[in-house]
């Protein structure tokens, strides 16, 4: 079965410092991957998805993640983050065997000091 | 805008007690889905439906069952509540578009159940 790791739980930055998190996913074949964000209070939300083409996607609120197949990655970007980016992030991927069923990974806590 | 709403917010039981946690939402998605998120854990799959009358097992089905009998609404059942199932429980629903397994899943607001 595949699965989804993101290695970072927790993320503290400053305000305009720049974002990475990782995403790695396990499965050799075709996947979708995703990334869902949660603002403290709010629904999960789709910050942007990736199926084919183009391996650098954008998303909303200035992120951007770059699909990386022979590093099974899908790390998400923002080079300059506010303090209402502070929220928690997952990452998720469908694969072809399963297409329907979202796997996510355990999330990552990212808080912005103003 | 999708609407996905649940029943409660919060919700406290007792261990042996069955419960109901509802769903429903309004953009006539043929699918929905039940998640539970716990810390460190992320969300992971209970159980899933593509259509009234029909249901599929995901990660962990044990001590949940489900139930569509109208198409917007999805029905997650404890059929005897242990402490073990405090948790937070999100539905989500979707439309298939494209390739399976492209589809954005919109989500609820959650259920947090704390089982005594």
């Known amino acids: 079965a595949q699965s989804v790791s993101q290695h970072n739980h927790h993320v503290i930055l400053s305000e305009a410092a720049s974002l990475e998190l990782g995403c790695n996913y396990s499965?050799?074949?075709?996947?979708?991957l995703f990334w869902y964000v949660q603002y403290p209070g709010q629904h999960l939300q789709l910050l942007l998805k990736?199926?084919?083409?183009?391996?650098l996607v954008k998303g909303i609120k200035g992120f951007e993640a770059e699909f990386i197949k022979s590093k099974f990655s899908f790390n998400l970007r923002k080079p300059s983050v506010q303090w209402s980016d502070t929220a928690e992030y997952f990452c998720?991927?469908?694969?072809?065997?399963?297409?329907?069923?979202?796997?996510f990974g355990s999330g990552t806590q990212l808080t912005v000091l103003p | 805008d999708v609407k996905v709403t649940q029943s409660s917010r919060y919700l406290v039981k007792r261990t042996g007690e069955k419960v109901f946690l509802e769903c429903v939402q309004d953009?006539?998605?043929?699918?929905m889905f039940w998640y539970r998120q716990d810390p460190g854990l992320g969300l992971r799959l209970i159980y899933f439906?593509?259509?009234?009358?029909?249901?599929e097992k995901g990660d962990i089905p044990e001590g949940y069952s489900v139930s569509r009998e109208k198409k917007e609404r999805f029905s997650l059942i404890l059929e005897s509540a242990s402490t073990n199932q405090t948790s937070m429980y999100l539905c989500?629903?979707?439309?298939?578009?494209?390739?399976?397994?492209?589809?954005?899943?919109?989500f609820g607001p959650g259920t947090r159940l704390l089982v005594l």
């Open positions: 989500a629903s979707s439309s298939p578009s494209g390739l399976a397994g492209q589809e954005t899943q919109y």
């Open positions: 499965y050799g074949g075709t996947v979708n």
């Open positions: 990736y199926f084919s083409g183009d391996p």
């Open positions: 998720a991927v469908t694969v072809s065997s399963s297409a329907r069923q979202l796997t």
């Open positions: 953009m006539d998605h043929e699918n």
């Open positions: 439906s593509y259509d009234v009358k029909m249901k």
